[in-house]
């Protein structure tokens, strides 16, 4: 009876052996995904991944490479419809897919004009062939928030967004906020959305959704939305459906900070005396863009010795803006000027100590403070466009809000 049952463990540890090695048999055997790329499988060629440098062109890449008795000039014919080779630019990536013999014939060459699209010129047929491929771009959303804890661009830059979203959220608020008067603890949110090509590389921010920040103690939201369905057009508005865009602009340049504010008497830093400063001043690097605020025809636009260079502003029959100490005058009298359009760059000229902007405003023709004046606003949507914009911001409110108060 040992007998026996010594001869059936035997038996079976047997079997649990030949199962174990089928098992790891097959981990061994079990096969590694090929990396590809462009449509093509990297391990059925010799791969070379290259650079355009200074001097090279498609016919000199070609002339380094194996491709038989083609000549390139037939080649570049073949192709021109699909593929300009004057086109390439210099630090553009290409690669060569070519045989893994010996011989290393090129099979394709890819150049990559940007991170979305390629260009293949496919030599494995008699016929050489020309296409053009763009990759599959994915779109994700995304909502962040909580608390300012530094400047907007670093808040966003520390959540690894793109840094033309604050660009965009500037201009969105430029008639209602100054963000350099943003503060620690002042509570945000952001709704955006970001594209990714192939599912997986970054291409940056593709819209923004919905926003708020708390400004002055107040929550000042935005969202985009088009009153006429059957237009593209998009403007932003608030809770309520009130437009965010203002006659004028909050100020002349972005991201800048005030240095000297309106006053009736002011020690005059190159003149050491006492005297009125009847605008605002914005310091900024010299050659930071001077924007107008508002639209209209330049009046003035020259020199003198005290304002340096200088341009003024026209709006209409009761509005007026000045902005002095340029480096550098970009438009000339009597142009007519958009709203937000440069005009000048920062500098230090006539008498000013430092770069900076003097900015002036006139309301019917008397200087008054910018910054104190209740400038008109924009007409707000009413009946059927607002209840459909209110029906449409509902949940991306709710989401904004949700975030925010975590």
């Not at 969202?223 to 965010?244: H, R, V």
């Not at 340049?253 to 009736?264: G, L, T, V, W």
């Not at 100490?325 to 500098?347: P, T």
Request: hydrophobic share 35%; with cysteine; glycine share 8%.
């Amino acid at each position: 009876m040992k007998y026996v049952l010594i001869v059936i463990i035997a038996l079976f540890s047997l079997v649990s052996c030949d199962k174990t090695k089928e098992v790891a048999e097959e981990k061994v055997v079990k096969k590694v995904p090929k990396k590809s790329e462009f449509g093509f499988v990297y391990a059925d060629f010799n791969v070379v991944h290259d650079t355009i440098e200074r001097g090279d062109a498609f016919g000199t890449i070609l002339e380094g490479q194996n491709i038989g008795d083609r000549k390139i000039y037939d080649v570049i014919a073949a192709i021109k419809d699909t593929f300009n080779v004057r086109s390439i630019r210099f630090h553009k990536p290409f690669t060569l897919l070519r045989s893994k013999n010996k011989k290393h014939e090129l099979q394709v060459f890819i150049y990559q004009p940007d991170a979305l699209s390629y260009y293949v010129v496919d030599f494995r047929d008699s016929a050489v062939v020309a296409y053009k491929k763009i990759k599959p771009i994915t779109i994700k959303r995304r909502t962040i928030g909580g608390v300012l804890k530094e400047s907007l661009s670093e808040t966003l830059g520390n959540a690894k967004v793109e840094g033309v979203l604050a660009s965009k959220i500037a201009k969105i608020y430029a008639y209602s906020i100054d963000f350099m008067k943003l503060k620690k603890g002042d509570r945000f949110a952001i709704t955006f959305t970001e594209r990714f090509i192939n599912d997986s590389i970054y291409d940056g921010v593709e819209d923004l959704e919905a926003s708020f920040f708390e400004y002055r103690g107040k929550i000042i939201y935005a969202f985009p939305f088009a009153q006429n369905p059957n237009s593209d057009k998009i403007e932003y508005y608030d809770e309520e459906g009130k437009t965010l865009k203002n006659f004028f602009l909050k100020s002349p340049i972005k991201f800048s900070r005030i240095s000297s504010r309106f006053s009736s008497s002011r020690f005059h830093p190159v003149q050491h005396r006492w005297k009125a400063h009847k605008g605002t001043d914005y310091a900024a690097p010299r050659g930071t863009p001077i924007t107008t605020t508002a639209g209209g025809v330049v009046e003035q636009s020259g020199y003198s010795a005290g304002n340096g260079n200088f341009v003024k502003v026209k709006h209409n029959g009761t509005y007026a803006t000045q902005y002095l100490h340029m480096s550098k005058i970009l438009v000339k009298r009597g142009q007519r000027v958009a709203q937000g359009q440069v005009i000048g760059l920062v500098g230090s000229t006539g008498l000013a100590t430092g770069p900076h902007v003097c900015y002036r405003f006139w309301k019917n023709g008397v200087q008054v403070d910018a910054l104190k004046l209740k400038l008109p606003n924009g007409e707000p949507m009413t009946g059927a466009s607002k209840s459909r914009y209110l029906e449409k911001i509902t949940p991306l409110k709710f989401e904004l809000d949700s975030v925010a108060n975590l």
